[in-house]
Protein backbone atom coordinates (compact mmCIF):
# COMPACT_ATOMS: atom_id res chain seq x y z
CA UNK A 1 0.00 0.00 0.00
CA UNK A 2 1.42 3.38 -1.29
CA UNK A 3 1.30 5.55 1.84
CA UNK A 4 2.67 9.02 3.18
CA UNK A 5 3.06 9.65 7.17
CA UNK A 6 3.81 13.49 7.80
CA UNK A 7 5.05 13.86 11.40
CA UNK A 8 7.04 16.20 13.61
CA UNK A 9 4.89 18.85 14.07
CA UNK A 10 3.75 20.37 17.08
CA UNK A 11 3.40 24.16 19.21
CA UNK A 12 6.99 25.95 19.46
CA UNK A 13 7.80 29.80 20.65
CA UNK A 14 9.36 32.00 17.94
CA UNK A 15 12.93 31.21 17.20
CA UNK A 16 12.26 28.01 17.78
CA UNK A 17 12.75 24.74 15.83
CA UNK A 18 10.89 21.70 14.58
CA UNK A 19 12.07 18.76 12.85
CA UNK A 20 9.12 17.37 10.20
CA UNK A 21 9.26 14.08 8.77
CA UNK A 22 7.89 12.44 5.36
CA UNK A 23 7.46 8.52 5.43
CA UNK A 24 6.97 6.23 2.68
CA UNK A 25 5.39 3.20 2.23
CA UNK A 26 4.88 1.00 -0.79
CA UNK A 27 7.46 2.97 -2.67
CA UNK A 28 11.06 4.73 -2.78
CA UNK A 29 10.88 7.86 -1.68
CA UNK A 30 14.71 8.43 -3.01
CA UNK A 31 13.83 7.81 -6.72
CA UNK A 32 11.22 11.02 -6.51
CA UNK A 33 11.68 14.22 -5.66
CA UNK A 34 9.74 15.20 -2.67
CA UNK A 35 8.40 18.82 -1.77
CA UNK A 36 6.68 20.36 1.34
CA UNK A 37 3.95 22.29 1.14
CA UNK A 38 2.31 24.25 3.78
CA UNK A 39 -1.29 26.15 4.46
CA UNK A 40 -1.53 28.65 6.86
CA UNK A 41 -4.59 30.10 8.55
CA UNK A 42 -7.16 31.45 6.01
CA UNK A 43 -4.18 30.99 3.08
CA UNK A 44 -3.65 28.95 0.20
CA UNK A 45 -1.60 26.07 0.01
CA UNK A 46 1.61 26.99 -0.73
CA UNK A 47 5.11 25.22 -1.83
CA UNK A 48 8.26 25.98 0.36
CA UNK A 49 10.88 23.85 -0.34
CA UNK A 50 11.76 20.87 -2.84
CA UNK A 51 14.68 18.04 -2.84
CA UNK A 52 15.63 16.03 -6.24
CA UNK A 53 16.30 12.28 -6.84
CA UNK A 54 19.09 11.37 -8.00
CA UNK A 55 21.53 14.51 -7.51
CA UNK A 56 19.67 16.02 -4.10
CA UNK A 57 19.84 19.14 -5.34
CA UNK A 58 17.50 21.47 -3.46
CA UNK A 59 15.63 24.37 -3.68
CA UNK A 60 13.36 26.79 -1.21
CA UNK A 61 11.45 29.85 -1.19
CA UNK A 62 12.39 33.25 -0.31
CA UNK A 63 10.22 33.06 2.92
CA UNK A 64 12.29 30.43 4.03
CA UNK A 65 15.64 30.32 2.63
CA UNK A 66 18.46 30.46 4.76
CA UNK A 67 16.02 28.95 8.08
CA UNK A 68 14.92 25.21 6.85
CA UNK A 69 17.00 22.84 5.33
CA UNK A 70 14.79 19.46 3.25
CA UNK A 71 17.58 16.62 3.37
CA UNK A 72 16.61 12.75 2.85
CA UNK A 73 17.47 10.09 5.36
CA UNK A 74 17.06 7.10 2.63
CA UNK A 75 17.83 4.46 4.73
CA UNK A 76 14.55 5.42 6.24
CA UNK A 77 12.81 6.69 3.03
CA UNK A 78 12.28 9.40 4.54
CA UNK A 79 12.71 13.47 3.89
CA UNK A 80 13.12 16.16 6.46
CA UNK A 81 12.39 19.52 6.44
CA UNK A 82 14.50 21.18 9.61
CA UNK A 83 13.41 24.28 10.46
CA UNK A 84 15.23 26.94 12.57
CA UNK A 85 13.82 29.92 13.52
CA UNK A 86 10.24 29.38 13.19
CA UNK A 87 8.08 32.59 13.11
CA UNK A 88 4.03 33.15 13.89
CA UNK A 89 3.47 33.03 9.57
CA UNK A 90 5.01 29.82 9.56
CA UNK A 91 1.92 28.33 11.40
CA UNK A 92 0.25 25.85 9.25
CA UNK A 93 -0.28 22.47 7.97
CA UNK A 94 2.74 20.83 6.57
CA UNK A 95 2.32 18.23 3.86
CA UNK A 96 5.08 16.06 1.52
CA UNK A 97 4.29 15.30 -1.77
CA UNK A 98 5.94 13.07 -4.71
CA UNK A 99 7.05 13.60 -8.38
CA UNK A 100 8.93 12.46 -10.90
CA UNK A 101 12.44 13.01 -11.26
CA UNK A 102 13.66 16.35 -10.40
CA UNK A 103 12.24 19.35 -8.85
CA UNK A 104 12.47 21.52 -12.09
CA UNK A 105 11.09 24.39 -12.64
CA UNK A 106 7.73 24.12 -12.27
CA UNK A 107 7.92 22.63 -8.60
CA UNK A 108 5.58 24.79 -7.77
CA UNK A 109 3.18 23.47 -9.57
CA UNK A 110 0.79 21.00 -7.51
CA UNK A 111 -0.71 18.78 -10.67
CA UNK A 112 3.02 18.20 -11.64
CA UNK A 113 2.75 15.82 -8.10
CA UNK A 114 1.82 12.25 -7.60
CA UNK A 115 -1.70 11.92 -5.93
CA UNK A 116 -0.09 10.51 -2.88
CA UNK A 117 -1.34 12.08 0.37
CA UNK A 118 -0.68 12.12 3.74
CA UNK A 119 -2.48 13.54 6.86
CA UNK A 120 -0.34 16.54 7.10
CA UNK A 121 1.19 17.20 10.28
CA UNK A 122 0.12 20.73 12.13
CA UNK A 123 3.30 23.72 13.01
CA UNK A 124 1.82 26.21 15.41
CA UNK A 125 4.50 29.09 16.23
CA UNK A 126 3.66 31.22 18.92
CA UNK A 127 5.08 34.89 19.38
Known amino acids: QVQLVESGGGLVQSGGSLNLSCAAS????????VSWFRQGPGKEREGISCISSLDDTTVYVDSVEGRFTIYRDNAKNTVHLLMNNLQPEDTGHYYC????????????????????WGQGTLVNVSS
Open 26 to 33: GFTLAHYA
Open 97 to 116: RPKMDLCGSRWLIENMYLEV
